[in-house]
């Protein structure tokens, strides 16, 4: 697999349609606007979260609706990979027309993390490249042969609630944990908050705490130690925090402990 470009919400003005191209590789889109495509030299329109897989040898071309008040805007992926032809036979989403997993940031978790691997160039960069394209066209089918499942939606907060909770040292953002399963910052938050009666981050920084007493109490680790093990930007801050959530300073937890 070659990762040949990529880019997120990628703004193209009104008016203007992406040029017909033809591409020998695969070009992989997310729609954040409705747009208009060609398919067998018709035009068709698609909506807000769709997307579009492309094959090799297939017109390319899009453009916004018409009487759009603005252009269309994307996600887009180039990637190069014969075996992304029998990935997609055993997972047979629609090919070169539009369609909907029901999440509107469908491809924003791959790409972000596609690229860090092409940045980093690690051991197996590009095993784990295409681990996380084979990843997300299974999950793509899933969504995509279950749409009307109530339960996929509580399934993809169940997994990143269940990631968090298991490692809350690791940098989490908002953000990341929102995009990972196709959500904006804000609807995620409020499903998260409906669904387990707390916002994202109180809980991330409540595991922390419990992670940081644990540590507190059977560790022999030095105070700054367990702040920076427990993902705690500062000394000061971890101490202002556990202070205000247990009334006691970590310094004196641990004496007592």
Known sequence: MKLIGGNVHT?????????????????LYCFETPF?????????????????INTPGAVVYHGPIPDAQKGFVNDWLYVESDELTALLEQYPLPLNTAFSVGRPLALRSLFHRLRAESISQAIGYQQKQWALLTETIIDLYRDYTFPKNAALPHVRLELIREKMLCAPEKPWTLEEMATAYGYSVSRFCAL??????????????????????????????????????????????FSRYFKDNTGVSPQKYKKQQ
Request: proline share 1%; aromatic share 12%.
């Open 36 to 52: 208009l495509y060609e398919r067998d030299g018709k035009l068709f329109s698609g909506n807000v979260g769709d997307l579009l």
């Open 11 to 27: 703004t193209h003005t009104l008016g203007a349609f992406s040029a017909r191209v033809k591409f020998d590789f695969y070009s």
């Open 192 to 237: 998260y908050k409906k669904q387990f009666g707390i916002a994202p981050k109180q809980e991330l920084m409540a595991a922390r705490l419990l992670m940081a007493q644990q540590l507190l109490q059977y560790s022999g680790n030095s105070v700054t130690d367990i702040a920076t093990a427990c993902g705690f930007q500062s000394l000061a801050h």
